[in-house]
């Protein structure tokens, strides 16, 4: 079968890697991966009144926006990255792990940008919800997405999650994954609290993920 010159194209997964839960997609130098499974639970979005900006007497604020599109693009990359470096290269696709993003967040999903403080210069802190914990960083909910992106597999006999997020499965804490996955850098400033969100929460290149945003 011949290819498409131009435009996106699914690219061909090894034999024995092909999956209803996601896809794989090449344009250019760029490879997405779309994913079709969610556990989504709109319930966990933050009300109407939360997501909407009042501004008190002391000129403070404290509501969840809608989140820059730079910080989006940065939450894909990682997962990206992460997905590519994780699932898809030991399956055996040749793609470039730096070039790699999630097409968007499984549905049901949304980042969120909560802002607290002086109105003119409010913390901003990242949060991803549509599960019944919010995540608070690329890192944190990496393993999740892993496992959605795998089928959201349970154990047959007890029914419990297969997860191994630092939610699901209490063996390892965030940090112990950030530093087994992301480096020890990443991991450092995580106990340092750095990480929850905003613009505190990017990664430099030197930190582990990919080499360029
Ligand atoms: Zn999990």
């Not at 490879?31 to 997501?51: L, N």
Request: one cysteine or more; a positive charge; hydrophobic letters at 30%.
């Amino acid at each position: 079968m011949k290819t498409k010159p131009y435009g996106p194209t699914i690219t061909s997964p090894p034999p024995h890697s092909i999956s209803p839960y996601y896809d794989v997609v090449r344009d250019g130098v760029i490879t997405e991966i779309v994913i079709k499974r969610s556990d989504r639970d709109p319930r966990y979005w933050p009300g109407e009144a939360m997501r909407t900006q009042v501004v008190g007497a002391d000129r403070f604020v404290d509501f969840y926006d809608e989140p820059e599109e730079k910080n989006v693009k940065h939450w894909k990359k990682m997962l990206g990255f992460y997905l590519a470096k994780f699932v898809l290269q030991p399956l055996g696709y040749d793609i470039d792990i730096n070039n790699c993003y999630i097409r968007s967040f499984p549905q049901g999903y949304k980042l969120f940008c909560h802002k607290k403080g002086h109105k003119d210069a409010p913390r901003r802190d990242s949060y991803l919800c549509g599960w019944k914990k919010d995540f608070r960083s690329p890192a944190e909910f990496a393993r999740h997405l892993k496992w959605l992106m795998l089928g959201a597999k349970r154990n047959p006999a007890t029914l419990k999650t297969t997860c191994d997020c630092c939610y699901c499965d209490d063996r390892m804490t965030r940090q112990q994954i950030a530093e087994l996955e992301w480096g020890r850098k990443f991991s450092r400033r995580l106990k340092k609290g750095k990480v929850k969100g905003g613009e505190s929460e990017c990664i430099s290149e030197k930190e582990g993920g990919p080499s360029k945003y």
